[in-house]
């Protein structure tokens, strides 16, 4: 069993920046890759990005440029780095944890969850 714990949401103005982090605990055991999805009330949850076990980034087309997702070297944490945000940024942000290769856009495929971390942004 493995746990994810997300922080570092909160409310920011239109172009500002923000940092969310993810903390996993149990057995990670090299899994595929840990990623980021967010859901904003009656949307579904939608892709944002993914990084893998090697290092792999990969992001969706709405926040290239302007998301970074990293991975601390030692330990497991992944981070996302947040910059020139929208209010249609504003949703609930989950970390997820893919354990085999998957459709990397598709929640279904990952294994693990957290419990999300609120990101608003106002006009």
């Known amino acids: 069993q493995v746990h994810l714990v997300e922080s570092g949401g909160g409310l920011v103005q239109a172009g500002g920046s923000l940092r969310l982090s993810c903390a996993a605990s149990?057995?990670?055991?090299?899994?595929?890759?840990m990623g980021w999805f967010r859901q904003a009330p009656g949307k579904e949850r939608e892709f944002v990005a993914l990084?893998?076990?090697?290092?792999?980034?990969y992001y969706a087309d709405y926040v290239k440029g302007r998301f970074t997702i990293s991975r601390d070297n030692t330990g497991d944490m992944v981070h996302l780095q947040m910059s020139s945000l929208k209010p249609e940024d504003t949703a609930i942000y989950y970390c997820g944890l893919m354990a085999a290769w998957g459709s990397i856009e598709a929640p279904n495929e990952y294994d693990y969850w957290g419990q999300g971390t609120q990101v608003t942004v106002s006009s």
């Open positions: 149990g057995r990670t055991f090299r899994p595929y890759g």
């Open positions: 990084i893998t076990w090697g290092g792999t980034t």
